[in-house]
């Protein structure tokens, strides 16, 4: 199986906006995020979306894959590169 656009994507590149977005669009809420991502609390996604605070390279991995595993790789990619 073949490398995908969204594989391409450096997590450390998107914007908070887009993070954001992401997040609503895989639909979660910051206090379901807390829930499913080990570590993570509402408070380091309410400050990564608002530029804040960024966290680690992995935790946003992490991000990245929840989110993803609900989107698909055109809408992934959209909300990425537009925000």
């Known amino acids: 199986m073949g490398a995908t656009a969204a594989d391409e994507i450096d997590v450390e590149d998107i914007s908070p906006d887009a993070w ?5 669009a895989a639909g979660y809420g910051q206090r379901e995020v807390e829930s499913e991502v080990e570590d993570i609390m ?6 990564l979306e608002s530029d804040t ?15 993803r595993s609900e989107l698909d790789d055109e809408q992934v990619c959209a909300l990425v590169t537009h925000f």
């Open 20 to 24: 954001q977005l992401l997040r609503v």
């Open 42 to 47: 509402q408070a380091h996604v309410s400050m």
């Open 53 to 67: 605070r960024s966290l680690s390279e992995q935790r946003l991995a992490q991000l990245f894959d929840l989110y």
